[in-house]
């Protein structure tokens, strides 16, 4: 039984410890959420072991809000390469705020038009999950209300040509004396260095980044690939840059820049191609078809047509129906652990054991003949059969999948990698949902929003402008289109 000493001992401890976790230190999170850190003892102790987070969720897994949630993005982006990343960002949970020009708006929401008078699929499909305000930021009221966005934001992203944001007064000595933590994220299509004042779109960027120059047939010119690498190849990366600055930025309580520029974001998902480069100082690539045909290389990476990249061959095969479907074709790995299986498959057994065959050293040389032959069994089937034949005695093989397969594949609706949405002007639309799937963030598709349709809700709601005030800025002009001929002039 306890004396009353010891009663009196452990209740001045409790006492002790309640104080102690009252003087709390609170500490903001890369959102808005308030962290309530101990200050003292065994709870201190245990914060620290815990590294400085909450208590395990027990909430479903999916119902404890979403990766991004409370972070507010000023979304100066347009075109793709910028809006590729704030839509990314979106469907992880934070708060798009897109900045867009009076009257105008982006420029793709007009861009290759399929329903008249409503916004493009070229913007509505990269534009998901965010909010539209309408502001001329040149015009001095523009600017206070920028202004105010800055102070109320954590991210500023945009992808101007070079020095536009400078121009419009955002330097970035600006934005991090108004909101020190704000980061500021930027895709320019090249680096510090002889061009980085160049304007760069797309193509531009699969040029200078090195993989057009190794994209195609050797005898053909340089091909630049439908996958848009360029663009949303670097606004993938830019968001992660910004994810990192987030991140960083609990433990410094600053912002920071991050600059993607394209060539870079490029050459980065083209990396081992210059891998091939410094290869070829020591020898010829052997993996190339072209070697096996006896053509000797040059003093730059070649175009591997469909040679694989990789140290497994493969091609690029005919299917059954390859007279009329232009996409009835096969992607075909030879890889050396299931040779035995695929000379079963094509009907020739004695490749397993013939020296010529056997390894895959000895197969370098007649890769050409090797892929003729299979195809000669893959064109006997469809290229659903050969994927399900392959894959049975695991066999790596793609199907060459035409848009219209992937629209209309039910597997990929389901897990909501396409997603159907539904847009008040255009009706109903297909879009790419988060290719990322979070256990615990579920990302819900939304439509592209309008122009300007959230202009009045954010400068009132989030930024705290009276009815009165709002009147007074639409009277001025920056918020609202200019005259039709000014209007004209812009697009
Ligand atoms: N209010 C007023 N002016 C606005 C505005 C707004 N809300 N939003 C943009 N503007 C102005 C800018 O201030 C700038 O004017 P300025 O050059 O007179 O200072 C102009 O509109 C936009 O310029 P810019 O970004 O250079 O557009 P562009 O159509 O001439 O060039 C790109 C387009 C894509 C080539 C260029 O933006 C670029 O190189 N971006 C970086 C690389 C990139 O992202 N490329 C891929 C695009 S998918």
Redesign the pocket.
């Known amino acids: 039984m306890a004396t009353r000493k010891t009663q009196k001992r452990a209740t001045a401890k409790a006492a002790m410890k309640k104080a102690a976790m009252k003087k709390t230190a609170t500490k903001r999170t890369a959102g808005r959420k308030v962290v309530k850190l101990a200050a003292g003892g065994k709870a201190k102790r245990a914060a620290v072991r815990a590294n400085g987070l909450p208590k395990p969720s027990t909430k479903a897994w999916g119902k404890a809000g979403k990766a991004l949630d409370g972070v507010r993005i000023l979304d100066f982006t347009?075109?793709?390469?910028?809006p590729t990343c704030t839509q990314l960002l979106a469907y992880m949970g934070a708060d798009c705020i897109k900045?867009?020009?009076p009257g105008v708006g982006d420029?793709t929401r007009g861009q290759l038009r399929d329903v008249k008078g409503a916004d493009s699929l070229y913007f509505t499909m990269l534009n998901g999950n965010k909010r539209s305000i309408t502001?001329?930021?040149?015009h001095p009221k523009?600017k206070e209300i920028l202004n105010r966005l800055i102070k109320h934001c954590d991210v500023l992203v945009e992808?101007?040509?070079?020095g536009?944001l400078d121009?419009?007064g955002l330097t970035w000595e600006h934005i991090h004396k108004t909101n020190p933590r704000m980061i500021v994220a930027s895709?320019?299509?090249f680096g510090p260095g002889p061009y980085e004042d160049c304007?760069?779109?797309?193509n531009v960027a699969q040029c200078a980044g090195g993989a057009a120059s190794t994209t195609g047939f050797r005898d053909g010119p340089p091909l630049v690939t439908g996958a848009q690498i360029g663009?949303s190849g670097t606004g993938l990366h830019v968001a992660f840059g910004i994810v990192s600055a987030l991140y960083q930025r609990v433990r410094t309580g600053r912002g920071q820049r991050v600059l993607c520029a394209?060539q870079d974001g490029v050459l980065n998902l083209a990396r081992v191609k210059l891998r091939d480069q410094q290869r070829l100082a020591h020898g010829p690539l052997t993996e190339y078809s072209q070697h096996g045909e006896g053509i000797p290389f040059g003093e730059a990476v070649p175009r591997g047509g469909n040679d694989s990249g990789g140290g497994q061959p493969g091609w690029i095969l005919k299917c059954k129906g390859w007279e009329s479907d232009p996409n009835a074709y096969t992607y075909f790995i030879t890889q050396a652990p299931v040779w035995g299986a695929i000379c079963d498959i094509i009907g020739k057994p004695e490749w397993k054991t013939d020296p010529d065959y056997a390894t895959p050293n000895a197969r370098l040389p007649r890769l050409r003949h090797i892929f003729d032959t299979i195809e000669q069994w893959t064109m006997t089937k469809t290229k659903f059969e050969v994927m399900d034949i392959c894959n049975a005695v695991d066999i790596p093989v793609g199907p060459i999948l035409s848009m219209r397969e992937i629209a209309e594949e039910p597997s990929l609706r389901k897990t909501g990698t396409v997603v159907e949405v539904d847009h008040p002007t255009r009706g109903k639309y297909l879009t790419v949902g988060n290719p990322i799937k979070m256990s615990d963030s579920i990302t819900e598709v939304r439509r592209s929003p309008l122009l300007g349709e959230h202009t009045e809700e954010i400068l009132g709601k989030e930024l705290g402008y009276s009815k009165a005030e709002i009147a007074e800025i639409k009277a001025s002009g920056a918020i609202t289109a200019p005259e039709k001929g000014a209007r004209a002039e812009a697009a």
């Open positions: 347009h075109v793709q390469a910028g900045v867009e020009r420029i502001i001329d930021s040149k523009g992808n101007f040509g070079p536009a121009r419009m895709v320019k299509g304007k760069v779109y797309e663009d394209m």
